[in-house]
């Protein structure tokens, strides 16, 4: 297997939102859950996504997990790989973006990483360096509020310089304008100052197909989804690679379940919504941190109703709730409860039966899937923006579909749409 490109994700649903992307551009992808042992057998594919849940543990082993995959990529054949992280850039200033980056820029000898969250399709941009969620900066977002991930500063070149070794430039919109040689000579520029990674602003798609061209010649990339989307196009261009028409495959059929972990407006929402159209239960995240058996209260909730159709369970909470919660047993101990109950379920559903499940939450996905120990997905349909239906590889479960969300992403209607793809 000779890959066109390989990728890094610190989160399962970016991975997810990744490959989604990079199947909607014409590669043939999988993602991966960690790095795939050498016996797991993968498809003639493009590129692989291989996810990792390091967002949020400590830096020193987050940044030994993303070597490992690296070096598992490159000896795949990768010349480019490209470290996957959030769109909101969601990392306080001791946060892993950084060390990972230093540390991959250091295995590959890359002089200057380009570095961009910027997705237009999403309503991520970045501008002078700042990043925008829709019209304002992402510092008067209801984003800044992630539960595990606060971002109260939307100044990109100031907060990565306070996570990374290197100095920290940026290559500004109007260099973007001007072309992928002007974007060339102003990171030559930059690397000739000592400066080892750049901000670059991107507002619309095509700036992030220039980016793509340039960034498709270093060895390394650090951004979201978008600046996938511009390499995948770069790779497409010079390789004349088939687009691949995506597809989940014939349907499995049984029982269908939804899980909610995150605690986002839009999750909020989506769940206000599933309530019209299926069984809803909602657990109590003080009952899950103090030990008392919310598991086993959904489990037998949902066991009876799995027949007659889909169901969800939810501990997504208001943020005010959730911090109180957090106040009264700490913010690590409260999330890694909540994330333990939840991949409790997961696994009880799936042995009753159930073999299509959405999971809406970041660290819910990462969760739940270390649970049931899956270790890669074919990339399927698009239910949403950055939301594809993933077919299991590997799953000793055997056939199953998943979908993995992460909290912001999907329209109103998310769990309706996701189940009417996942047959």
Request: aromatic fraction near 4%; proline fraction near 5%; charged fraction near 20%.
């Amino acid at each position: 297997m000779e890959l066109s490109l390989g990728c890094i994700a610190d989160d399962y649903t970016g991975a997810s939102d990744l490959a989604n992307t990079l199947t909607r551009a014409g590669l043939r992808t999988v993602q991966t859950i960690g790095v795939p042992a050498d016996d797991l057998a993968l498809p003639e594919v493009d590129a692989v996504v291989v996810s990792l849940k390091s967002r949020s543990i400590e830096a020193g082993l987050a940044v030994t997990r993303s070597r490992a995959a690296e070096k598992w990529l490159r000896g795949r054949g990768a010349s480019h790989v490209l470290f996957k992280i959030c769109s909101t850039f969601d990392s306080t200033d001791a946060g892993n973006i950084g060390p990972v980056m230093d540390a991959l820029r250091a295995d590959c000898g890359e002089a200057v990483v380009l570095v961009t969250p910027a997705f237009p399709e999403t309503g991520r941009t970045v501008y002078q360096g700042n990043l925008f969620v829709g019209s304002v900066p992402l510092n008067e977002s209801p984003l800044k509020d992630h539960p595990l991930n606060p971002m109260h500063d939307s100044n990109l070149v100031r907060v990565l310089a306070h996570q990374s070794k290197t100095q920290v430039g940026l290559v500004d919109l109007a260099a973007v304008a001007r072309g992928a040689d002007a974007v060339r000579a102003r990171l030559a520029d930059l690397a000739a100052k000592g400066i080892g990674a750049a901000i670059v602003d991107a507002v619309f798609d095509s700036d992030l197909e220039t980016i793509g061209r340039v960034a498709a010649a270093h060895r390394l990339s650090v951004g979201a989804s978008g600046i996938g989307l511009g390499l995948a196009r770069a790779q497409v261009a010079a390789r004349e690679t088939r687009p691949n028409a995506a597809d989940a495959g014939a349907p499995v059929g049984g029982p269908a379940a939804c899980l909610a972990g995150s605690c986002s407006q839009a999750t909020l929402q989506q769940i206000a919504n599933a309530e019209k159209i299926m069984p809803v239960l909602h657990l109590d995240p003080e009952r899950i941190v103090t030990g008392k058996d919310e598991a086993k209260r959904a489990l037998d909730w949902a066991g009876p109703r799995l027949a007659d159709g889909p169901v969800l369970i939810a501990s997504s909470a208001t943020p005010e709730a959730v911090a109180a919660v957090q106040a009264r047993h700490g913010r690590e101990a409260a999330g890694h409860a909540i994330e333990q109950a939840m991949a409790d379920i997961a696994e009880g559903l799936v042995r009753s039966g159930v073999r299509r499940l959405i999971v809406a939450g970041g660290e819910t996905s990462g969760a739940v899937v270390d649970r049931l120990q899956i270790p890669g997905f074919l990339v399927g349909a698009e239910i949403a923006a950055g939301v594809p239906v993933l077919r299991a590889v590997g799953a000793r479960e055997g056939d199953m579909l998943i979908a993995l969300k992460s909290g912001n992403f999907g329209g109103p209607q998310f769990f309706a749409d996701a189940l009417g793809l996942m047959r």
